[in-house]
């Protein structure tokens, strides 16, 4: 692929019935709607634009795309002018060209003159659009009033803002507003004086500014611009690729001199992000070559050893050497392997394939186990299938939307702001969250409900807006009559309506006002088409299933299910939480969401693979290290997965782990579970491996190498070198073939391959015979399962709970600028915004222990100790304490308790009981932690190769 | 007990009316304060209330009463009506101002009010959109774009949710017959809006009115409380401007009014399809929502019948400036300038010979004595380079320097200009300086840039006059065709007929006439 | 923190708890099932193991569970 620029065609597409008109004696039909600049466009005539892009709305600022129009007078702007039926349009004129020129003249009396030096080099519309009016001469001179003494802001660690280059077009001030929707860019000042200003007036990295890079990649000039291209020149080839981010499943292109990548841009074909990103895909991916990476594999006799760099070979061998060994001492079930989200679909199913052919077992397990496990209990239980029911530009079709249990814009930005655009447009919103996400109220968006409930409680106050909903004649009773369970549905609306079941009962124990509730619960039930989006709070408690299946319930009840602007969404944590929980990589099931019990399903991989499959499910991870602890679980393989800083009681992990006896761990970093670890094979990123994700909307997209890995190899070519080793003679040369197999073998998949992937840009399963053109939505006219089930979900108080030595209960989250354990994003300058993990504290709770802003202070549960900072805000509710786990020193994790969801083991992350005292250094065990981590990150270089 | 009729608007008041109204209460008189006549060299008028109808005195002042009151003071008038100012005057706008208590509602009622909007409610709302289009009348803010056509197009719009507003931001320099009228008659305004209310299907208006005007503003919230329960259900509000000249642009008030920054909108969409927080509205000048009773009441054809041309019904013309016989003026279509001027006017203050006027405000084009024959008719003054506008009239002697004037447009454009259009935001500036260069006699030698080796295409000679002259008129070309609205687009009015028609001033001659294109 | 075994009968435990809403017997056979589908055949055999050990005193609902699971295998 070489470097081209993608298409602008200056105003957005539109929709209405076709229009004819003639522009420069040429005829064309388009939709009523259409700019005369965007029908210009189409076909191949590019009236001269500034001020228009097509991901704006038109403004009609520049004054350069005038044209001329039979029977009206004066030069209209093509940009703001939609054609009409009849319409003759005439795009360049003598008077047109003298107008332009006239324009341009103006600009450049006020402009630096350094293009040949000029970052933005060739790659500048003021600069294409100077030349294609033909300017030659400023006769005004360049010695008028002028901006070019303007200093430069480079306070953001990503793009510097040049307030010479400037034309003042506003794109960046409408890229915030109207793509971004955070509004922190405003025009300071009028005519001449104008200027672009951050806030009120402050440098970007203080302002409201997040940092998404939607207004530098609107800029048309150098006025702002990635500092990469700035360091290294403009790109020469780009490659459209998907983000490794977050489960939105941004695609970008990435634009590449050589080898080296100069930024990474979003596609405007995306059809989850729609060209725009957030400060994580578009800028944080400097950790891909990162000093830190470990690219030469190692191994080491025990965990108190330096590291020793070895040979593939060797370090392989060793693998399937200790592998094999252990199996032979402890049986075919003492060892096992872990998938990641973070890799590709085609990964996941090889690990799994390892462990199931290989292995001989089914204890493999993914880390969905500790996000959204309880979703693909949860809905397949209730509708037949373990995924969101809809695509995300539904949410444009929404009235009403709930979010529960999710902070959108710092963990799902980009969607965040698809859903914010249409909250601007006057879709009410519900929020149930126990902290006031930034959601609640932000620049002209404010929640009709929050309902800051009590963590833990979730069961609870769903169960009540069901009572509202049924008690009040609210339910849509055709729809359940015709898509449900009829008996299911009876019992459990008598279980709803039951009175101890009502808002009013259950007040004191959620701590929202009853009349709330109902407030909320009519408007989800009658204000349209209702929309709920979920996250990890809904699912990281213990009856994390139940929530998910009291929300499904709810949908069902109101006939949300089936149709644009409604349905069931959860929010995936990383970018490939969906395609790893559908390849299989549950110990229950195989690719397709099929029990590993049945037996016809087994038949036909065993036939595919020439092995025989162990009926029986595996073990979980918790599972699996409380064996380690008992001494029958000797071994694991931990593809991308940092289990010590990300799975709950890091204690408990790190017992597990010291008690087994192989520890084969692959990553792109030495982190916290490689202390534990007497393997490392080093990974590979992204942008290293050819493969796919599939995003929180059941799309699968190509992700494609842009670059040679550091480490030699792709993660699923080192999968391939240990099953090889194991004896299992695998033969991928591509990972489309594995694809292909995948295809084969899971009746959802059917229809999916890389040509097809190629073709569409991306596809949503199921895809098979029955829907051969994928499946943006789910459930249309009947459930996966038949008829849709109501559970009934009754509310079982979490054993965690508060008492005089644990008076406070702490919930976690995650923040823009990092992502999880932060093994990639605090290796990049993301780290500018969120250095360290704080305690946000109730200022209430604050003043009754003494503690100031900033202050370190003692985190407890019964669980463990550590030590942070504290920042005191009534974000969250007296009683209620918060924190993210981005960084490792914080030790989140050694807080939280190995309670989890009753159905699926996923954790109780969000739900534990402590005490915040002031202190002035950190726990023991972080101490002695930071020692063992620092011996144990010791590497013995090999000796340098004759 | 006597009663008098001292008039309270800003411009009496500037002029002593105060003192003069306590005066007269000290005296013993009951003091009705009204709105102005219009006439300002003979404020502050008093009319004393007799047998034989109000006596008019002024201007008159303090010391005045005893004078006054028996009837010896040196400047009784009469009759106000037989006034020469007013004799002639044909008030179906402003027939109220002056004569009654403004916020008076029986006065009102009394005088003619209401009746516009009971004739309305009677009619369907098409029956009075076609009233008004066949009463001819055109928008009086200056664009004189017809007043029942915009209508039409809001009624037209299915919503469920309408507006009418009313632009009271007369920010044009001589300019005060919006205020006239807001401080004199506000109910006329009120009845206005709400038949503009009835007749699109709209429930609620605002009234933008510059913070400048404060009588104004207080006028018309009193008002608009005094009648809530006479338009009801239709309801209005006032809204201050914050003092930006360019938010009386009809679209950059929208957003005002929305609470953001003043920022000019593209059209299309036209406010009459999206406009106010998206919906169909009606933004109508207050000259033109106060002609829409009078219609209503008296019959389209009642308007119609007078005027000239295209241009139908009356304009309150405001006359302004070194002028003798300064104040509003409402007559017909037709009047010539030079009647305005000399006529009416009395020709300058200064008692020097007029030189030029200004028409249309700071952005109107100055004419020069020989062309006082023009009738004052939309089609006419854009023939004539030169717009009606909000029918100001600014008077200049011979005293005047027009270059100086021409580079006051674009130094006002430039201070005005609310930076979202390239010709107006940059265009403004650089004719200042221009300007500036071009009245020094000191065109502009080759900068320090341009003569370097590096930049091959610029000239290295020094501009000529008449180099920067044609510059100054690509530059007005460029504004005047290029700019987003009227602001930047007019600006070139008052620059090019100033060289067009005082080239002298510019510092060449007639041969620069013939340099233009 | 538990054992394995103390776990175990917790995690068998609060799997009843949930479904306890439908009664006492479906819902020993829920949680039953649940095990079948979801406990790995170490994990079963220990709960057998718990079941045979008079030394633990497990309480009645899991007992009942982890009796159907001895009839299940």
Request: aromatic residues 8%; hydrophobic residues 40%; proline residues 5%.
């Amino acid at each position: 692929m070489t470097f081209t620029r993608e298409k602008d065609f200056g105003t957005p597409a539109a929709s209405g019935e076709a229009v004819s008109l003639t522009i420069d004696g040429q005829e064309l039909t388009v939709p009523a709607g259409t700019s005369i600049m965007r029908a210009a466009a189409m076909v191949e005539t590019d009236i001269p634009k500034l001020c228009a892009t097509d991901s704006l709305e038109s403004f009609g600022s520049c004054r350069l795309c005038l044209v001329e129009i039979e029977g009206r007078n004066g030069y209209p702007a093509s940009c703001t002018t939609p054609v009409a039926p009849g319409m003759v349009v005439r795009t360049e004129t003598d008077k047109l060209r003298k107008l332009r020129r006239g324009v341009m003249e103006l600009y450049i009396s006020d402009h630096p003159l350094d293009c040949l030096t000029c970052s933005a080099n060739g790659d500048c519309e003021l600069q294409d659009q100077a030349g294609a009016v033909g300017l030659r001469d400023v006769r005004f001179g360049y010695e008028g009033e002028n901006h070019l003494e303007g200093c430069k802001d480079e306070s953001n660690p990503y793009f510097t803002f040049d307030p010479a280059k400037c034309i003042v077009c506003s794109r960046c001030v409408r890229a915030c507003d109207e793509t971004q929707g955070t509004l922190a860019l405003t025009v300071d000042g009028r005519g001449f004086a104008s200027k672009i200003a951050a806030s009120q007036d402050e440098d970007f990295l203080s302002s409201e500014c997040v940092s998404c890079g939607a207004c530098v990649q609107a800029c048309p000039t150098s006025a702002l611009i990635e500092n990469t291209v700035i360091e290294k020149g403009t790109p020469d080839r780009a490659v459209v690729t998907t983000c490794a981010y977050c489960g939105v499943g941004c695609t970008f292109r990435a634009e590449m001199r050589g080898e080296e990548l100069v930024r990474m841009v979003p596609w405007k074909d995306g059809k989850a992000n729609h060209g725009h990103s957030c400060v994580k895909g578009r800028f944080a991916w400097g950790y891909a070559r990162h000093n830190d990476r470990i690219v030469n594999p190692m191994v080491r006799g025990s965990v108190d050893e330096p590291w020793r760099e070895v040979s593939w070979e060797e370090a392989i061998g060793h693998v399937a050497r200790e592998f094999r060994r252990i199996q032979n001492a402890y049986g075919t079930r003492s060892i096992g392997g872990i998938t990641s989200s973070r890799c590709t679909n085609e990964e996941t199913f090889l690990v799994q394939k390892l462990v199931r052919q290989g292995f001989g077992n089914n204890n493999v397990d993914t880390c969905a186990r500790v996000c959204h496990s309880p979703t693909g209990y949860g809905l397949k239980t209730t509708f037949g299938t373990s995924a969101g029911t809809q695509d995300f530009d539904s949410v444009q079709h929404a009235d009403v939307i709930l979010v529960i249990g999710a902070n959108p814009t710092d963990g799902h930005p980009v969607f965040a702001s698809h859903m914010k655009r249409r909250l601007r447009q006057g879709a009410k919103l519900i929020v149930i969250d126990p902290r006031r996400i930034d959601l609640v109220r932000s620049p002209h968006i404010e929640a009709s409900h929050h309902l800051p409930l009590r963590p833990g409680t979730n069961v609870a106050m769903l169960t009540a807006m069901a009572h509202v909903i049924v008690t009040e004649g609210l339910v849509d009773e055709a729809y359940v009559h015709e898509r449900c369970d009829r008996d299911a549905y009876a019992e459990w609306a008598e279980f709803v309506s039951d009175p101890s079941r009502s808002p009013e009962a259950i007040e004191e124990l959620t701590g929202v006002p009853a009349q709330e509730v109902r407030a909320a619960a009519r408007l989800y039930a009658t204000g349209g088409n209702a929309a709920i989006y979920y996250g990890l709070g809904v699912t990281e408690h213990s009856q994390g299933s139940s929530t998910v299946m009291a929300i499904a319930n709810l949908a069902m009840a109101t006939g949300n299910v089936g149709k644009e602007g409604a349905g069931v969404n959860p929010l995936r944590g990383q970018n490939n939480v969906q395609g790893a929980c559908d390849m299989g990589s549950f110990p229950h099931e195989l690719s397709g969401y099929r029990h590993i019990s049945d037996a016809e399903t087994r038949a036909l991989f065993e036939k595919d693979w020439g092995a025989t499959l162990d009926p029986e499910p595996g073990l979980r991870i918790p599972n699996m290290l409380d064996a380690a602890t008992d001494g029958t679980f000797k071994g694991i393989f931990i593809q991308g997965e940092d289990i010590l800083q990300s799975d709950p009681n890091t204690r408990h992990v790190a017992a597990g782990l010291a008690a087994m006896e192989c520890v084969v761990v692959q990553d792109l970093f030495l982190n916290e579970t490689a202390n534990y670890a007497h393997v490392f094979l080093p990974g590979s990123t992204f942008l290293e491996k050819d493969g796919t994700f599939t995003n929180a909307e059941r799309r699968i997209q190509l992700v494609r190498k842009v670059m040679e890995p550091l480490n030699g190899y792709a993660d699923w070519e080192v999968v391939q070198l240990v099953a090889n080793a194991m004896g299992l003679g695998w033969g991928y040369t591509h990972p489309s073939q594995i694809m292909d197999e995948i295809a084969r073998l899971t009746p959802t998949f059917a229809g999916v391959n890389y040509d097809a992937l190629e073709q569409r840009g991306s596809v949503q399963w199921p895809m098979n015979e029955a829907a051969p053109d994928g499946t943006p939505m789910m459930h249309i006219d009947h459930f996966v399962r038949g008829k849709g089930m109501f559970v009934v979900t009754d509310y079982v108080p979490t054993d965690e709970r508060t008492g005089p030595r644990f008076p406070l209960l702490l919930t976690t989250g995650r923040i823009l600028s990092q992502y999880n354990v932060g093994a990639q994003t605090r290796r990049t300058a993301n780290v500018d915004w969120h250095a360290e993990d704080r305690l946000e504290i109730h200022p209430h709770d604050a003043e009754n222990r003494g503690v100031r802003d900033g202050d370190w202070v003692s985190l407890r549960s019964r669980a463990g100790e550590t030590t942070l900072r504290a920042k005191i805000t009534d974000r969250v509710a007296p009683g209620v304490v918060y924190t993210t786990f981005h960084h490792p020193d914080t030790q989140a994790n050694v807080i939280t308790t190995d309670f989890s969801d009753w159905a699926t083991n996923c954790p109780e992350y969000k739900v534990t009981a402590v005490q915040v005292t002031p202190s002035n250094g950190p726990s023991d065990w972080q101490k002695s932690y930071r020692e063992l981590a620092e011996a144990s990150r010791r590497i013995e270089t090999a000796e340098p190769a004759e | 007990m006597t009663r008098v009729f001292i008039s309270k608007d800003m411009a009496s008041v500037a002029l002593g009316a105060d003192a003069v109204a306590q005066a007269f209460a000290k005296a013993g008189c009951e003091v009705v304060r009204t709105g102005s006549h219009g006439l300002f060299a003979i404020e502050p008028l008093v009319e004393v209330e007799t047998s034989e109808g109000r006596v008019a005195y002024g201007p008159v002042g303090p010391d005045d009463v005893a004078a006054v009151l028996d009837g010896s003071h040196g400047t009784r008038i009469g009759a106000i009506a037989d006034h020469p100012f007013f004799v002639r005057q044909q008030r179906f706008t402003f027939a109220r101002c002056g004569v009654t208590d403004p916020l008076s509602l029986s006065d009102y009622g009394v005088h003619g009010g209401w009746k516009g909007l009971e004739a309305a409610t009677a009619l369907s709302a098409q029956d009075v959109v076609d009233a008004v289009k066949a009463s001819g009348l055109r928008g009086r803010g200056g664009a004189g774009f017809p007043t029942g056509i915009k209508w039409q197009t809001v009624l037209d719009t299915p919503a469920d949710e309408k507006f009418i507003v009313c632009n009271a931001d007369e920010g044009d320099s001589g300019t005060f017959a919006d205020r006239m009228l807001m401080e004199g008659d506000p109910y006329c305004l009120i009845e206005g809006m709400a038949i503009a209310g009835h007749a699109v299907g709209a429930g609620r208006g605002y009234i933008y009115i510059r913070s400048e005007y404060p009588f104004a503003i207080e006028a018309m919230r009193e008002a608009i409380a005094r009648s809530a329960s006479r338009i009801a259900p239709f309801t209005l509000e006032v809204r201050v401007g914050a003092g930006a000249y360019v938010c009386g642009e009809e679209t950059a008030l929208l957003d005002s009014i929305e609470g953001k920054r003043g920022q000019v909108r593209a059209k299309p969409p036209l406010p009459a399809i999206e406009g106010l927080w998206g919906k169909p509205t009606v933004i109508n000048n207050v000259l033109s929502l106060a002609a829409v009773p009078f219609i209503l009441a008296e019959g389209a054809q009642s308007y119609a019948d007078v005027g000239f041309g295209r241009s139908r019904g009356t304009m309150p013309i405001q006359i302004a400036g070194n002028v003798r016989n300064g104040g509003l003026y409402e007559v017909g279509f037709g009047v010539t300038l030079g009647e305005l001027v000399n006529g009416i006017g009395g020709g300058t203050a200064s008692g020097r010979p007029v030189r030029a006027v200004q028409v249309g405000g700071p952005l109107g084009a100055y004419f020069p004595p020989s062309m006082f024959h023009l009738p004052f008719d939309y089609e006419a003054f854009a023939q004539a380079g030169g717009l009606i506008g909000h029918a100001g009239i600014t008077v200049f002697d011979d005293s005047v320097d027009m270059a100086h004037m021409a580079r006051f447009a674009m130094e006002f454009c430039a201070v005005e200009s609310c930076g979202k259009c390239t010709p107006c935001r940059i265009g403004s500036t650089r004719g200042v300086e221009l300007i500036d260069r071009i009245v020094a006699k000191a065109p502009r030698a080759a900068g320090a840039l341009e003569t370097m080796p590096q930049i091959r295409n610029a000239s290295r000679a020094a501009r000529t006059h008449d180099e920067e002259v044609e510059l100054l008129r690509d530059l007005c070309d460029t504004m005047k065709h290029g700019s987003l609205c009227a602001l930047g687009g007019f600006t070139p009015y008052p620059v090019l007929s100033a060289l067009d028609h005082f080239p002298e001033d510019f510092g060449g001659g007639d041969a620069l006439r013939e340099a233009a294109e | 923190m538990m054992n394995t075994r103390e776990h175990l009968i917790y995690m068998a435990g609060q799997i009843f708890r949930n479904f306890a809403s439908r009664g006492e017997e479906a819902a020993v056979s829920a949680t039953a099932e649940h095990l079948v589908l979801y406990w790995d055949p170490h994990m079963k055999a220990q709960a057998l193991d718990i079941l045979d050990d008079p030394e633990i005193d497990l309480p009645e609902p899991v007992r009942a569970v982890f009796g159907k699971l001895r009839v299940a295998a």
